[in-house]
């Protein structure tokens, strides 16, 4: 079946730096990926998508390319903020017809210091 | 104007009650879920409706019935409630092109 494997956290950096938080996946098809970020107390907001290889989702100065070679999908973000606090979920949606649906990584924390 | 919105927030309740928790989305969006997100921060699929029927049911205890007047609205029904369902219960339309979640409700069975 699908599965997400992401970095585990929790990832602390100091504001300014520079982030990446790595997703791979496996899956069978071609699927849509997705990061969401879950702020403290909050629900799911999606960050980015992508939805065919090769495609660069972005978004908040936060990047993924979608490598079919490598099965990846890592975040990037040249220089972080402190309200880049929060947990950030990868996700690939099986795009098999009747079973849309989205399975999620585990999550990393990240918490930026100022 | 919240896209999918789901009430209630919180919800402490006793072991062995029963309760509902319900969502709305005003997106035009045929596909509604309902996903678990355990003290671990773990998200996982329970079920999926598309337009009013039963599409995913993904090994849910049968304590959990998903009920759908509407293709707008998808409410989750939970009887007998045991101390392993305290979890944030997060309620999502959309589809393949992008999913919108509501804020969550945070069961804490006591």
């Known amino acids: 079946g699908n599965s997400v494997t992401q970095m585990e956290g929790p990832v602390t950096l100091s504001e300014e730096a520079f982030l990446t938080i790595n997703c791979t996946y496996t899956a069978t098809g071609y699927p849509s990926l997705f990061w969401y970020v879950q702020y403290p107390g909050e629900g799911l907001q999606l960050l980015l998508k992508a939805t065919k290889a090769d495609d660069k989702g972005s978004n908040k100065g936060f990047e993924a390319t979608y490598r079919k070679e490598t099965t990846s999908f890592h975040l990037e973000k040249g220089s972080v903020q402190v309200s880049d606090s929060a947990v950030y979920f990868c996700a690939l949606s099986d795009q098999t017809v009747g079973n849309e649906k989205l399975t999620f990584g585990t999550g990393t924390r990240l918490t930026i210091i100022p | 104007d919240t896209a999918v919105s789901q009430t209630p927030k919180y919800l402490v309740t006793q072991m062995g009650n029963d309760k509902s928790i319900k969502c709305e989305q005003n997106l035009g969006h045929d596909t509604m879920y309902w996903y678990k997100q355990d003290s671990k921060k773990f998200l996982k699929i329970m079920f999926s409706y598309n337009n009013k029927e039963l599409i995913i049911n993904e090994t849910v205890p049968n304590r959990f019935s998903p009920k759908s007047p509407d293709k707008a609205h998808l409410n989750l029904h939970i009887n007998s409630l045991e101390l392993g369902d305290s979890a944030v219960y997060f309620c999502?339309?959309?589809?393949?092109?992008?999913?919108?979640f509501g804020s969550g409700t945070r069961l804490t069975v006591v």
């Open positions: 999502a339309s959309g589809s393949n092109y992008g999913y919108t």
